[in-house]
């Protein structure tokens, strides 16, 4: 765990020290995600994740047995995002 105190600038910002980027796996332009529940903040990396639903079946050498609509793909999306507590 890392714990060190840091202030605020005038404009509200704060630098994230090497050892939390690294622990994170982020770098400058990478974006985070902040989850605040009362007082206690916890910063996640965000990584956006490009997948080619067309080439799925051959990655995970599965076939589907019946086809999915698009209505039970975003269902399935905002309850992954419920789950992350982003709805």
């Given at each position: 765990m890392i714990t060190k105190e840091f202030k605020l600038t005038?404009?509200?910002?704060v630098t994230i020290?090497?050892?939390v980027k690294a622990s994170l796996g982020i770098r400058a332009g990478d974006a985070v995600i902040f989850d605040v529940v009362k007082d206690i903040v916890r910063i996640l990396p965000?990584?956006?994740r490009a997948v080619n639903i067309m080439t799925l079946p051959?990655?995970?050498h599965t076939i589907l047995k019946?086809?999915?609509t698009i209505e039970k793909m975003n269902e399935t999306i905002r309850g992954g995002w419920r789950k992350l507590?982003?709805?």
């Open positions: 005038k404009k509200s910002q020290p090497e050892t965000f990584r956006k051959q990655k995970y019946k086809p999915v507590g982003l709805n």
